[in-house]
């Protein structure tokens, strides 16, 4: 077989031409893969994922998941939404709701109010629900929910204060983390519920694919 064909300019010159078509359409695809966010979780039931309180006379214990970005560019404004408690808690109090970072100060543009009627300068600041993760390894904590010894409330830390009596021993709470440069992303832990908070656990159902 004889490759003559090839030292023909023409042919050449066609070849290079479509190398450069592809080139030009594929490219931007080629860089997000190259450059995007790349997100991991993770979930352990020790610290730092666990943080303890001893204030005001409680024993509190703290969840947070951390968010890790393992990709080659920032991932933006993300946040972390809980999408879904299964068994549904007998109060019917659950809504989609946006998780504090652990890291957020509080925001003083956006109020709720907790009497009607107030003052701006009355109403109580929601701590900032978007942040930015470095590339490479960046990571910020989440909060999750807490557990307070003596009280049987799971308690979710949001800008609404979801929580619920605890009339099961075990819950599967679906999580959601968005950003604006990376497709939402879904996730489920277990949470194993004892009255004594120290024996309290959470575990993977499903960890986010990428």
């Known amino acids: 077989m004889t490759f003559d064909w090839l030292k023909d300019p023409q042919w050449i010159i066609a070849i290079a031409t479509f190398i450069a078509v592809l080139v030009a359409l594929f490219k931007d695809w080629i860089s997000d893969g190259i450059n995007k966010p790349k997100i991991i979780l993770g979930l352990r039931n020790k610290e730092p994922h666990i943080v303890w309180d001893y204030s005001y006379g409680t024993i509190k214990k703290l969840f947070r998941i951390k968010i890790i970005n393992k990709g080659n560019t920032v991932a933006k404004n993300c946040y ?19 998780l504090k970072w652990s890291s957020a100060p509080l925001n003083m543009e956006y109020r709720y109010e907790s009497l009607h009627n107030q003052d701006i300068s009355q109403l109580v600041p929601i701590h900032r629900e978007h942040i930015d993760i470095s590339p490479k390894g960046g990571w910020e904590f989440c909060d ?14 949001s ?18 983390i968005c950003g604006e440069n990376i497709k939402p ?11 004594d908070t120290h024996k309290t656990r959470i575990d993977w159902v499903k960890n986010i694919s990428q």
């Open 80 to 98: 972390v939404k809980v999408l879904s408690v299964f068994p549904q808690p007998k109060e019917k109090f659950f809504e989609p709701d946006k």
């Open 144 to 157: 999750l929910f807490n557990c307070i010894l003596g009280d049987d409330h799971i308690n979710f830390v």
């Open 185 to 195: 992303k879904k996730a489920t832990f277990k949470i194993s519920y004892f009255h």
């Open 159 to 176: 800008s609404g204060m979801r929580r619920f009596l605890a009339w099961e021993k075990t819950y599967f709470v679906t999580i959601e």
